[in-house]
């Protein structure tokens, strides 16, 4: 039986070798989700990782609404798609919170504490309860409530000549900074042993 042998003939073969890719190809396992949610910032993409990272600063699910008809509370969808992109193996999303122009963001009045207001002579202009600012704005916050404790600790201080300046010996660095409120208490040894209250300046 004969046996038929295939032989390669003289010649030029030409080969194509694929570039090298200098970036890698974008993942496409990342959403995008853009609806109402309970907090979080407005018309800002954030991307989270996880169901938890979401809860954080978006919130639980936000109700929008009350059906009379059902009886029951109508919920934004964002909180649930978001949580079920992640059960089926989602690993990334970006969130964008929407809202009505008329969003507000609350003020809180801090018990005991004021803002002031100083000119560049360092005069005071104005004085007006401080307020702390909810993180976002909705109404996700009306129900929260702000207290303020005085926290005190010792330093020492040395009257400059003429008792017209204070310095203070800090024990560590920016223990005392711009704006903290100084208490002054005076020995027995002076005449006018008295508290003298000055805000420390830098």
């Given at each position: 039986?004969?046996?038929?042998?295939?032989?390669?003939?003289?010649?030029?073969?030409?080969?194509?070798?694929?570039?090298?890719?200098?970036?890698?190809?974008?993942?496409?396992?990342?959403?995008?989700?853009?609806?109402?949610?309970?907090?979080?910032?407005?018309?800002?993409?954030?991307?989270?990782?996880?169901?938890?990272?979401?809860?954080?600063?978006?919130?639980?699910?936000?109700?929008?609404?009350?059906?009379?008809?059902?009886?029951?509370?109508?919920?934004?969808?964002?909180?649930?798609?978001?949580?079920?992109?992640?059960?089926?193996?989602?690993?990334?999303?970006?969130?964008?919170?929407?809202?009505?122009?008329?969003?507000?963001?609350?003020?809180?009045?801090?018990?005991?504490?004021?803002?002031?207001?100083?000119?560049?002579?360092?005069?005071?202009?104005?004085?007006?309860?401080?307020?702390?600012?909810?993180?976002s704005a909705g109404s996700w916050s009306d129900a929260l409530e702000i207290g303020a404790g005085l926290l005190t600790r010792p330093c020492t201080v040395t009257l400059?000549?003429?008792?017209?300046?204070?310095?203070?010996?800090?024990?560590?660095?920016?223990?005392?900074?711009?704006?903290?409120?100084?208490?002054?208490?005076?020995?027995?040894?002076?005449?006018?042993?008295?508290?003298?209250?000055?805000?420390?300046?830098?």
């Open positions: 039986m004969a046996t038929r042998v295939s032989r390669r003939l003289p010649g030029f073969r030409f080969e194509t070798q694929p570039p090298d890719v200098s970036e890698p190809l974008p993942r496409m396992d990342v959403a995008a989700f853009v609806g109402f949610a309970a907090s979080g910032p407005l018309h800002t993409p954030v991307a989270v990782d996880d169901v938890t990272r979401f809860a954080a600063i978006f919130g639980s699910d936000a109700l929008l609404a009350w059906d009379p008809e059902r009886g029951e509370e109508v919920r934004a969808h964002l909180a649930p798609a978001v949580r079920s992109f992640f059960e089926n193996g989602g690993r990334r999303a970006w969130i964008v919170r929407v809202a009505a122009d008329t969003a507000r963001t609350n003020d809180f009045p801090v018990p005991g504490l004021a803002a002031v207001d100083f000119d560049v002579d360092g005069n005071v202009r104005s004085i007006a309860p401080a307020l702390a600012r909810a993180r400059g000549p003429g008792a017209t300046t204070v310095d203070v010996r800090a024990e560590t660095a920016g223990e005392v900074a711009s704006g903290d409120l100084l208490r002054v208490t005076f020995g027995a040894d002076v005449a006018t042993a008295t508290h003298v209250m000055m805000l420390a300046v830098a």
